[in-house]
């Protein structure tokens, strides 16, 4: 198993630029997530969903998109990139629907916008 | 809402010295515990749960105990190794979000030989 994959590794983007960071998980997963990391506040949850079809937003969501057509999959939209987007995003998976289940998490994106 | 709360580091250690993390909570309901480790350039690892009150997660020599009395669950090891230099982040799942994770601003560990 891949476990979680993330693509790309690196993105630089000008303001006002748009783009997707792609997240891919091959164990079968119905729970995914976006974090965001920055120094001094840990991850922090942009979006989540519990199964193809269903998503919701996490604790800062805004100037994101996201949407679960398939199980595998869970691309994170930025629509109009601006500097305080600048971050480590971090895309996660967990098998069961209890909060004792393992995370799983992707090797990250690390974005700058300019 | 819930909020974690772990002690700011760089926490610079000798190799064989005892390590404590502190890691405190606030949440609504009954929260699993988590410690997770991130090497340089990689992505976040499991390293401990415990999923109820008095539980005790344990792995690779770390340990940590679920106390809701404090509500805390503060990383302990006996005696560290220049590999375990990283960064620890504490954090905690609940009933909202999906059960999704909270995760407190983490530790850094460096580890002198």
């Known amino acids: 198993n891949a476990g979680v994959t993330q693509t790309p590794k690196f993105q630089v983007l000008k303001t006002g630029q748009s783009m997707t960071l792609q997240c891919a998980q091959d164990m079968n997963h119905e729970y995914m997530s976006w974090y965001r990391q920055d120094p001094g506040m840990g991850l922090r949850l942009i979006h989540y969903s519990v199964g193809a079809g269903i998503t919701d937003q996490g604790e800062v969501p805004n100037g994101y998109n996201v949407s679960r057509s398939t199980t595998e999959d869970f691309p994170l939209r930025l629509l109009s990139a601006a500097p305080s987007q600048t971050s480590v995003y971090f895309c996660?998976?967990?098998?069961?629907?209890?909060?004792?289940?393992?995370?799983?998490f992707g090797p990250g994106t690390r974005l700058t916008v300019l | 809402g819930n909020s974690v709360t772990q002690m700011e580091g760089p926490v610079t250690l000798s190799e064989e010295a005892f390590l404590t993390i502190n890691c405190t909570y606030t949440a609504t309901g009954y929260p699993s515990l988590f410690w997770y480790v991130q090497y340089p350039g990689e992505g976040l690892q499991l390293l401990l749960k415990?999923?109820?009150?008095?539980d005790k997660g344990s792995n690779k020599g770390f340990e940590a105990t679920y106390r809701k009395e404090t509500t805390s669950f503060h990383l302990e090891k006996g005696s560290v190794q220049v590999s375990d230099s990283a960064v620890y982040f504490c954090?905690?799942?609940?009933?909202?979000?999906?059960?999704?994770?909270?995760f407190g601003g983490g530790t850094r560990l460096m580890v002198k030989p």
């Open positions: 996660a998976s967990r098998a069961t629907s209890g909060g004792y289940g393992e995370q799983f």
């Open positions: 954090a905690l799942s609940s009933n909202n979000a999906g059960n999704m994770l909270t």
């Open positions: 415990a999923t109820k009150a008095d």
